[in-house]
């Protein structure tokens, strides 16, 4: 199965089942969804930031285990460097987490399933965004 890499947004409205993911979920019935390293420090931050108890944040994991890791590689800091250079020469800012994300999706040739609206084919045109908007 090919694989699609889920931002942040995406994770954390599919952990929270939000009806915003039901576009999403539909669209990975034919992937196997991946997350970012930077995905999983993101969704452990907000979790700590919110002092989520021992249940929750054990609900959290369970979720993440969902999902198949993409670490850090030397592979992936040459894709992100790429990632960063098509915004900067598209007239785009990209936050350097973000450029994490779009680097996964980049180095494997995967699909970007986003709600963060600083994802574009502008900002980043080596990749497939599939962005639903609200």
């Known amino acids: 199965m090919r694989p699609a890499v889920v931002d942040t947004s995406v994770a954390s409205m599919m952990f929270r089942r939000r009806t915003s993911s039901t576009p999403y979920e539909m669209l990975l019935v034919n992937y196997e969804p991946c997350v970012s390293f930077q995905t999983i420090a993101e969704m452990r931050h907000g979790a700590l930031l919110a002092q989520w108890g021992a249940r929750t944040r054990e609900e959290l ?15 992936l800091a040459t894709a992100w460097a790429e990632v960063m250079v098509d915004a900067q020469r598209a007239g785009r800012r990209l936050e350097a987490a973000d450029a994490w994300i779009a680097a996964t999706a980049r180095l494997l040739n995967a699909p970007l399933l986003t709600h963060d609206k600083d994802f574009s084919p502008e900002a980043v045109p080596s990749i497939t965004v599939h962005r639903f908007a609200e």
């Open 61 to 75: 994991e369970s979720f993440l285990n969902g999902f198949s890791l993409i670490g850090y590689s030397d592979e």
